[in-house]
């Protein structure tokens, strides 16, 4: 049996508040073409298939035609919610979803209940667990006294394998949205707990075949069978840079025979650039990223007038800026040091030095601040 392993589609998501759908129904309808031309049968979806719990209309249409297109392609889809989703309204109607080949599950108290298939080896049972919130899965496995993630999935996976116990000779694989140790994190994940008490140890997972983790967006593998899939875009610019992908994993009579990866293309790519903004404007090396999304940390000494709008004639794309101001000059102090003992004029002078990287006022600029602060003292005098 052949299973592709994908995880945290979110779909939905922005990139500073940049729609993305367009993006992800595109990585994601490649899927299809990997199911096809790989004869793939189950696709594994581990987590934050949306983005928030409730999720918009454009979205579900999104979600909706991308299983359509990988049901069509000849697979059958396994999901589970992450904690972006709502495992309530993920689970609707997923007995009557489950009649289509599209397979949701969100019930913790039948994580020990799989989705059966079988091929020339026989049977291969694979389990579901959705995002198990502690606060809230320890009561609905009736454990009142676990109290973090590793406890709850300790507990949901005991669970696991007392079920497979009664399946002799069936391969068995897991799908589980958690932060397991030895996984490395992006900038774009939301944190599951605080404090590290969301960390669980890989040996949670033994007596299985293979683990399809979510959450972590990086792919990446903390042995030969429990792996992240990382997400199908990259979803921040720390992850600029980053070749996407899928798992592609095969059974055979004896369990786990390989896994490969599968690159997923790249609608538009993710580019940081630095510099000032006349040579990010002029330079003809940066035709080629024109079309990316792009994040943009300028160093004028000055800060620029409306540079958005210029960065975005050249890069209509460009969808972050910051301005770090580390022209020559610019004072490191803070605003108490240079505020001591000053008059209102140099304070007003100082803030100016300030705003523009250490570029001072002119005589001008000074003479203006100094009529202005006057007429202030006078108006304030006349009250």
């Not at 091929?119 to 579901?128: F, L, M, P």
Request: charged letters at 25%; hydrophobic letters at 40%.
């Amino acid at each position: 049996m052949r299973l592709l392993h994908t995880s945290d589609w979110h779909v939905g998501r922005s990139l500073h508040g940049t729609d993305l759908l367009a993006e992800q129904e595109a990585v994601l309808g490649a899927l299809a073409d990997v199911v096809a031309a790989e004869g793939v049968d189950v696709v594994l979806v581990a987590g934050d298939v949306y983005d928030r719990a409730v999720p918009s209309a454009d979205a579900t249409g999104v979600f909706s035609r991308v299983v359509n297109r990988l049901l069509r392609a000849g697979a059958q889809v396994v999901l589970t919610p992450g904690n972006h989703d709502s495992a309530r309204r993920l689970g609707t109607l997923s007995e009557v979803l489950a009649a289509g080949g599209l397979h949701v599950r969100a019930d913790t108290p039948r994580l020990d209940e799989p989705v059966l298939f079988t091929d020339e080896h026989g049977e291969v049972a694979v389990y579901g667990l959705p995002y198990l919130e502690p606060e809230i899965a320890r009561h609905e496995l009736g454990l009142p006294e676990a109290r973090s993630h590793e406890a709850v999935l300790a507990a949901a996976m005991t669970r696991v394998r007392a079920d497979l116990s009664r399946r002799p000779g069936a391969r068995s694989v897991v799908l589980a949205h958690a932060f397991v140790g030895g996984g490395q994190p992006s900038e774009s994940e939301r944190d599951i707990a605080v404090g590290g008490v969301d960390l669980v140890p890989a040996g949670v997972f033994d007596g299985v075949d293979y683990v399809a983790l979510g959450h972590l967006h990086r792919p990446q593998s903390l042995s030969d069978r429990v792996r992240y899939s990382g997400s199908p875009l990259a979803y921040s610019f720390g992850e600029a840079g980053q070749q996407k992908q899928a798992w592609l994993v095969d059974l055979d009579a004896g369990g786990l025979a390989g896994v490969r990866a599968v690159p997923l293309p790249t609608p538009r790519r993710l580019t940081v650039l630095r510099g000032e903004l006349p040579e990010l404007l002029a330079d003809p090396a940066l035709a080629p990223v024109e079309e990316h999304f792009v994040s943009v940390q300028l160093s004028d000494p000055v800060r620029p007038v409306d540079p958005m709008r210029q960065l975005q004639g050249r890069f209509p794309h460009c969808v972050h800026l910051e301005w770090t101001g580390s022209g020559p000059g610019t004072d490191t102090r803070s605003y108490t040091e240079r505020l001591s003992g000053r008059s209102d004029l140099e304070v007003a002078g100082e803030f100016v030095t300030h705003v523009r990287g250490g570029v001072e006022a002119s005589a001008v600029e000074r003479e203006l601040l100094g009529r202005a602060l006057a007429a202030a003292a006078r108006a304030e005098a006349a009250l």
